[in-house]
């Protein structure tokens, strides 16, 4: 008798089984069936309102859903805290980059690994919180390592971004869910932007989820499109698939 040779068929990194949430009369999850795999770059585009942060806080633990259940590698997360979450390694940014202004860009990057140890406690020096060279390597990743003294809240836009992310990776993430990572940034730098993220994500074979308004930086760098439209998926497939579709080009491209 032989042994089977096929190893077992992995669970989606992440699925959602149909999410509700309604904010009064207003549908923000509409029913979301959803899964993603393991090497996925799946953009999520829809109009302002339309439930795409709302998805993102209730798959990270921020809000809970009046309906359904969160799974992340085959396991059900939907009432565990954002932390439990980013523990397990699926950690998210924010639409405004949620930076520690006052500190220097080295020290984000602790703070935010010490966040995730639970170690930042009265009388542990920042500096224990995560080794040097974990934290040079994140702000080379990210094209930071020359800014590492300087005040975060002093960076431009574009540069806040990329720390945003590099105190994302430094927590190791096996998912990682950017929320509008060009809002707020020039058309010219976007794509420098883009590129920069995405050859990290490559390097640390991170999975990612990106919300994203603009249709070239979609079909540039996404592998897979999720279009919401009013709190649901109304299509879900390749960039040239869903770019195409006609509901598509009139209710979220706008023409
Ligand atoms: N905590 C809340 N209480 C009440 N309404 C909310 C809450 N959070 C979001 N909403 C509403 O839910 C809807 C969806 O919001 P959400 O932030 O998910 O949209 P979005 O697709 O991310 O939009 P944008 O492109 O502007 O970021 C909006 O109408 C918003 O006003
Ligand atoms: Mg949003």
């Not at 509700?20 to 829809?46: K, M, P, T």
């Not at 930086?217 to 390749?238: E, F, K």
Request: charge should be neutral; proline fraction near 5%.
């Amino acid at each position: 008798m032989s042994t089977p040779t096929n190893t077992p068929m992995r669970p989606p990194l992440l699925k959602t089984t149909d999410l509700q949430l309604a904010f009064g009369a207003v549908v923000v999850a509409d029913h979301i069936n959803f899964s993603l795999h393991e090497g996925e770059r799946l953009a999520v585009i829809g109009q302002n309102g339309a439930g795409k942060t709302t998805f993102i806080n209730i798959c990270t633990g921020l809000i809970r859903p009046q309906a359904g259940k969160v799974y992340f590698e085959g396991k059900e997360v939907t009432q565990l805290s954002p932390r439990a979450i980013a523990l397990r390694g699926m950690v998210r940014s924010f639409q405004l980059p949620q930076l520690f202004a006052e500190h220097s860009v080295r020290d984000c990057i602790r703070i935010a690994a010490a966040g995730k140890r639970g170690r930042l406690g009265l009388w542990t020096p920042l500096k224990d919180a995560v080794s040097a060279d974990a934290v040079e390597h994140v702000l080379e990743m990210v094209g930071l390592a020359a800014r590492g003294n300087e005040l975060s809240g002093a960076l431009p836009e574009g540069q806040r971004k990329l720390l945003d992310i590099a105190m994302a990776l430094v927590l190791k993430p096996r998912l990682l869910i950017l929320d509008e990572p060009t809002s707020g940034v020039s058309t010219d730098e976007k794509h420098g932007l883009m590129a920069t993220i995405m050859a990290a994500l490559d390097a640390e074979k991170v999975t990612a989820i990106f919300v994203e308004h603009d249709v070239d930086i979609v079909s540039q760098y996404a592998t897979r499109v999720a279009a919401w439209i009013a709190g649901r998926i109304a299509a879900d497939g390749t960039p040239s698939e869903v770019l195409a579709d006609p509901e598509i080009r009139k209710n979220v491209i706008g023409e």
